[in-house]
């Protein structure tokens, strides 16, 4: 693994379904993020994670759910998908140790489709 | 609210120059970011000001203005492959990026 990784590329969900997207990275960052991106609006977080064993709601985290049981993964639980979560999702991490959050590494996304 | 304003799109001619404005109100400023976006493909870092004034990073530049919560960044020397999405994000107090909706920059021969 060279960076940062997400599985699965793509899916189609039906709605109710539950669905975890993984994020793994081996550049031992200490921060890791979740993103969706919808066509015409900025990049959006769903929850964040400045260090293993915590994590933090962002700005849309209504019916997600994450987890960060090591400093390398960063797994995203939809609990009951909805059409609404029709969207590209993007993990992406940073080393902070630094202070602020510093340059982010994005994974490649993973497009999902609920219908 | 905290709202990032960048223009939708763009168009320019290969080997022209091009600068791409973001505005932005936030609640606090811990440093601006630009990434460019493929179509398609994941955000990948451009640069990053927190002191006013302009980095340069060959073809590219970026400018802050704290005063006047206003950035720039400028593209020289435009290639076809320079044909991507520009995305302005601000930290904010709570260190979290607020993104902007992003800058469609379409090159022409």
């Known amino acids: 693994i060279a960076g940062i990784t997400q599985a699965p590329t793509s899916q189609i969900l039906a709605a109710g379904r539950r669905m975890t997207l993984r994020c793994t990275q081996d550049?031992?960052?200490?921060?890791m993020y979740w993103y969706r991106q919808d066509l015409g609006l900025g990049l959006r977080l769903i929850h964040y994670s400045n260090t293993a064993g915590t994590t933090g709601k962002g700005e849309v985290p209504d019916g997600y759910s994450v987890s960060r049981a090591n400093t390398d993964d960063f797994p995203l639980t939809l609990a009951s998908a909805v059409p609404s979560q029709t969207s590209v999702y993007f993990c992406?991490?940073?080393?902070?140790?630094?202070?602020?959050?510093?340059?982010?590494?994005f994974g490649p996304g993973t497009r999902l489709t609920v219908l | 609210g905290q709202n990032i304003d960048q223009p939708t799109e763009m168009t320019a001619t290969e080997g022209a120059i091009v600068q791409i404005n973001c505005t932005y109100q936030t609640s606090g400023f811990n440093g601006l970011f630009w990434y460019q976006q493929h179509a398609g493909e994941a955000p990948t870092f451009l640069s990053y000001?927190?002191l006013d004034g302009l980095e340069e990073k060959g073809r590219f530049s970026s400018f802050l203005s704290r005063s006047k919560g206003y950035s720039y960044l400028l593209l020289k020397e435009l290639q076809m492959k320079d044909s991507a999405s520009y995305l302005c994000?601000?930290?904010?107090?709570?260190?979290?990026?607020?993104w902007g909706a992003g800058t469609k920059l379409i090159i022409k021969p």
């Open positions: 550049m031992r960052h200490n921060a």
């Open positions: 992406a991490s940073s080393d902070s140790a630094g202070g602020g959050l510093g340059e982010q590494f």
């Open positions: 000001n927190v």
């Open positions: 994000a601000v930290e904010d107090s709570n260190y979290q990026l607020i």
